[in-house]
């Protein structure tokens, strides 16, 4: 285990002492250096303080955990790994993100999982604990968004225009969403057994990560949102 | 070299401030050091402070801060201000000379009360007066510039890094109940001091991140009401908007708020409140034009508050913290450590959702 104390160090000094190490580093006293971890794969990286802007931006693999709350723009167009946020992160996280994962354990910002894609077997994932803000999965084009809203005891899960421009991919929001207005190009609906079950196999590991009972989780009522098509803008464009 | 106001200049930036909820002073240090590790957000360009309270030995007059190009441009503004004021005070702002703040114009300050004679003779309240003669000095007297005109607060900016605009005006030597700061990152800027923020209007001061589209729709409503936008740069309207909308129409600062961050027609129809919603309708068919879209967030400093704003997309970030008396604000949470490694109850305020801060009475 390599420590590295992030006083007075910026974002290219923090990195390269990351880069230089072959064990898993601790960074402590993170006071907003941005890029963390960026680009890099295979490596354990424990943040303590607040990280700054665009964490784990194209990320490639391995895991950063966060102890505190994370600034905008986490896991910017990741590829693979894991990005774990033990309190709130900001805004636009999970930007154009490609694959990997994002589990924040408390509320997100405004536009998480802004462009969200996959392609085959690069799927993306994030849950989000707590509440998500204004414009989630705008422009969602695959991957999964799931917003559990574990923390609050009122029901509105998720702020104004939530998926706006979605076309591809999957959003989980456990609430009945009774108060939630949706574009005309998705459809929203009640979980079924069956998407339970899919959702128990995506939430197994974040349970695990924030010690808590999945049974209880998935003992609320979700709404499944997806596009209507794969291609809703198929005739807004050009003809094919 | 062309000047502010001769080229259009979008910025990006930074901005913080803090707030004694007691009113009790704090020094301009803890401000500064929040700049730092918000570094990347500017670009060496502009940087700028207001603090309030700062100058309890004149508070009942008005301090004005100048720049000036030269020796005869102050003497003639002197002059001018000598017909409208009279000067109980003027000194240059002190100074601390360092490398990385170069060129600096000649920085003044003037406490100063309006002529009662000239007062009555132009039939103006006092404010009025003050707001017409910095407009006058600002857009007629080549070479001056006011960039700071209210009661018991000051403006302090300056091409550079903020962290560095901090030291090289000594705030560390001041003492105010709030405090507002910017970092600006032009991307095409002639680079001249009166146009780093904060922009000020009287007691109103105005520190912006972002890049706001309605600019000239906002321009061409506001210059009926005799403001004149000399610079260009979008903050400067906003700064003029909120003065016509609060000092001038006695809007509340949440009314002026729904005013130019206003809610989509769309999210007003599902407003439960039908009395709010009724609200929010008048003050977007009252004021279709200081309506002002693209991406903003904006702290406005005035006596005894400050208010936190963004945009109704909510394009730009912004973190509001608390400890004990003080409320912190700033684009990232990593200023708001700085300022108290402690704060609680960070929340991130949504698009076009005020947060108003204030003094408690009496207690500045």
Redesign the interface.
């Known amino acids: 285990m390599t420590t590295i104390s992030a006083e007075g160090l910026d974002h290219r000094s923090i990195n390269e002492k990351i880069r230089s190490s072959a064990e898993p580093c601790t960074v402590t006293d993170c006071?907003?250096?941005?890029f963390i971890g960026a680009g890099m794969a295979d490596r354990t990286i424990d943040i303590h303080?607040?990280p700054?802007?665009a964490l784990g931006a194209y990320l490639n693999g391995g895991t950063i955990t966060v102890n505190a709350?994370a600034?905008?723009a986490v896991g910017d167009t990741m590829n693979e790994g894991t990005i774990v946020i033990h309190g709130?992160t900001?805004?636009a996280t999970g930007y154009a993100m490609r694959g990997g994962k994002i589990y924040v354990k408390g509320?997100a910002?405004?536009r998480a999982g802004i462009h969200m894609k996959a392609y085959e077997e690069k799927v993306p994932l994030m849950v989000i604990g707590g509440k998500a803000?204004?414009?989630l999965g705008e422009y969602q084009a695959g991957g999964m968004i799931i917003v559990l809203n574990l923390w609050s005891s009122s029901e509105k899960c998720v702020?104004?225009f939530p998926c706006a421009g979605m076309h591809g991919g999957k959003m989980f929001l456990r609430s009945t969403c009774e108060d939630v207005?949706f574009p005309e190009q998705v459809t929203a609906r009640r979980a079924t057994c069956e998407d339970k079950a899919e959702l128990k196999i995506h939430l197994s590991e974040y349970c695990r990560i924030f010690n808590l009972d999945i049974e209880e989780v998935l003992s609320s009522p979700f709404t499944v949102i997806t596009p209507d098509s794969k291609n809703p803008y198929k005739r807004m464009y050009v003809a094919n | 070299m062309k000047k502010e106001g001769q080229v259009r200049i979008p910025s990006g930036c930074a901005i913080a401030a803090v707030i004694s909820k007691e009113g009790k002073k704090m020094s301009g240090e803890a401000i500064t050091n929040a700049m730092k590790p918000m570094h990347d957000r500017s670009n060496g360009l502009g940087g700028g402070f207001a603090g309030y309270g700062i100058y309890p030995e004149y508070k009942d007059l008005y301090a004005l801060h100048l720049f000036f190009d030269d020796r005869n441009t102050r003497k003639e503004c002197e002059a001018f201000l000598k017909e409208y004021f009279e000067i109980v005070h003027s000194e240059v702002i002190p100074t601390r000379k360092t490398p990385k703040i170069t060129d600096e114009p000649m920085i003044w300050r003037f406490f100063v009360s309006p002529l009662r004679s000239m007062l009555a003779s132009m039939q103006l309240d006092e404010k009025e007066f003050v707001a017409r003669a910095a407009m006058k000095i600002n857009t007629q007297m080549k070479g001056a510039y006011v960039f700071s005109s209210g009661k018991n607060m000051g403006t302090f900016k300056a091409v550079g890094f903020p962290e560095d605009v901090g030291m090289f005006y000594k705030l560390d030597e001041y003492e105010g109940y709030s405090w507002t700061a910017h970092g600006r990152y032009p991307t095409n800027t002639p680079g001249w001091w009166g146009g780093a923020h904060p922009f000020t209007l009287l007691d109103y001061s105005v520190v912006h991140n972002g890049e706001i589209s309605s600019y000239d729709a906002n321009r061409r409503f506001i210059e009926m009401f005799g403001y004149k936008c000399t610079l260009q740069t979008d903050t400067e309207v906003i700064t003029y908007i909120l003065d016509y909308l609060i000092r001038v129409q006695g809007l509340t600062l949440t009314e002026a708020a729904n005013v130019i961050s206003a809610p989509f027609w769309s999210t007003i129809e599902q407003e439960p409140d039908k009395e709010k919603a009724e609200r929010l309708k008048f003050l977007r068919t009252m004021f279709p034009s200081l309506l002002i879209t693209g991406p903003f967030s904006i702290v406005l400093g005035f006596t005894g508050g400050i208010m936190a704003l963004n945009d109704r997309l909510k394009l730009r970030s912004m973190v509001v913290g608390e400890k004990d008396d003080k409320v912190f604000i700033a684009s990232e949470e990593a200023a708001i450590r700085v300022m108290e490694p402690d704060a609680e109850n960070i929340r991130y305020p949504a698009g076009g959702e005020p947060v108003i801060v204030k003094v408690k009475e009496g207690a500045f």
Do not use: L, M, P
Request: aromatic content about 14%; proline content about 0%; hydrophobic content about 15%.
């Open positions: 006071c907003g250096q941005r303080g607040i700054g802007n709350n600034q905008d709130n900001g805004d509320n910002g405004y803000g204004s414009f702020g104004f207005v």
